[in-house]
């Protein structure tokens, strides 16, 4: 339980970026998980539909948490993100519909595969500097989009099947332990365990990237964020640590994969399409880029816009104007909206009214 500690740790903290989790900040994350422990057996018996929400907003954090890592932390920007996403949820329906089902084989398997793809993709990309690397990211995204869209492995292979081309591969069945399945082994309802079972990986993924972006690794990160050039001057070898960075993260991305396919029964191409890194764009810096639990907010606010709204027609263009809002008003996110709260809430109302005041002010020239 050492890491546990260290998490609550904040000796370990940097001067910058990492001091919004602070030992307040980080007992805030623990209450918050504590009181989605508690009220979702509540929520299971009286509104279920919820439950399946917030499953699917603990995925999205963790896709959005491992984006951050590279993008906050490193400055790379990936518009491709959504190919390690996409990978891992493959390999686990594969893993799941040919050979096991077990959870400690899966679950791996889409984190090594996420790894295997960020590092294919970072190792050819990272020499490039911004948006050429964004559109490098955004290619290979697209280049497996299509790969899985016209199943050319079943072609290549002289199989029937392997990707389900447009159709996907559906009926992916749940997870299991010992040839049982996991919530029939733990006395539970089948969503609550899968919630409870998001939200522990979840909570671990996060203590894991703090720990890193909190160590001299994720120092050095920052560092060829800020001057790339210096960081390569003094002796360090930048593009191992980007590609390095670019595989972690995209190791995260794939677990988030191998969560959602089970989840939804079923692995599609849509999965690996450049709208999953868009809006995983928009969560980031409706969130608060670089605060590493910001994005996660950014994440859960857009799932739950998406899935009530989804109904209301150019429901887009109601996420867009929240969007909008927020980068005019916000430019640090949620997460500086919450960290003004907290260090002078009587300011709260006054500094937004400075704020319009100096944006009307800026308009008008």
């Known amino acids: 339980?050492?890491?546990?500690?260290?998490?609550?740790?904040?000796?370990?903290?940097?001067?910058?970026?990492?001091?919004?989790?602070?030992?307040?900040?980080?007992?805030?994350?623990?209450?918050?998980?504590?009181?989605?422990?508690?009220?979702?057996?509540?929520?299971?018996?009286?509104?279920?539909?919820?439950?399946?929400?917030?499953?699917?907003?603990?995925?999205?954090?963790?896709?959005?948490?491992?984006?951050?890592?590279?993008?906050?932390?490193a400055g790379l920007l990936s518009f491709g993100h959504a190919a390690m996403f996409g990978a891992g949820g493959y390999a686990a329906a594969l893993l799941m519909r040919e050979y096991t089902q077990n959870l400690f084989v899966v679950l791996p398997a889409s984190i090594v595969v996420g790894v295997i793809v960020a590092a294919i993709i970072g190792w050819l990309s990272v020499r490039a500097k911004g948006i050429y690397f964004a559109m490098l990211t955004l290619a290979f995204a697209q280049m497996f989009y299509v790969i899985a869209f016209t199943d050319l492995p079943a072609t290549i292979l002289d199989v029937d099947e392997v990707t389900g081309a447009d159709d996907g591969l559906v009926g992916v069945a749940g997870f299991e332990l010992f040839g049982e399945p996991i919530h029939q082994l733990a006395g539970l309802d089948h969503r609550l365990l899968y919630f409870y079972m998001t939200l522990a990986l979840v909570v671990v993924s996060l203590a894991a990237i703090v720990r890193l972006a909190n160590s001299p690794f994720g120092r050095v990160l920052q560092a060829i964020r800020e001057n790339e050039e210096r960081v390569e001057f003094i002796g360090y070898n930048v593009t191992r640590y980007k590609v390095i960075a670019f595989s972690i993260s995209g190791g995260f991305a794939g677990l988030a994969g191998g969560l959602y396919v089970p989840f939804q029964s079923v692995a599609h191409p849509g999965l690996l399409h450049w709208e999953i890194s868009g809006e995983l764009i928009v969560m980031l810096l409706l969130g608060g880029l670089g605060t590493l639990w910001g994005p996660m907010l950014g994440a859960g606010l857009v799932v739950l816009v998406e899935d009530l709204l989804g109904g209301v027609a150019s429901w887009e263009i109601i996420l867009g104007g929240i969007f909008i809002v927020v980068v005019i008003f916000a430019p640090r996110g949620l997460a500086g909206i919450l960290i003004s709260i907290r260090n002078d809430p009587s300011q709260a109302l006054t500094n937004a009214r400075k704020t319009l005041r100096n944006y009307i002010e800026k308009v008008k020239g």
Do not use: C, K
């Open 1 to 73: 339980m050492q890491w546990f500690t260290d998490f609550f740790d904040r000796s370990h903290a940097l001067e910058t970026g990492s001091e919004i989790l602070s030992s307040r900040g980080r007992l805030a994350v623990a209450i918050a998980v504590v009181l989605l422990a508690v009220v979702a057996p509540v929520i299971n018996v009286f509104e279920p539909f919820w439950l399946n929400i917030l499953v699917r907003m603990l995925i999205f954090a963790l896709l959005a948490l491992s984006l951050d890592f590279i993008f906050g932390y």
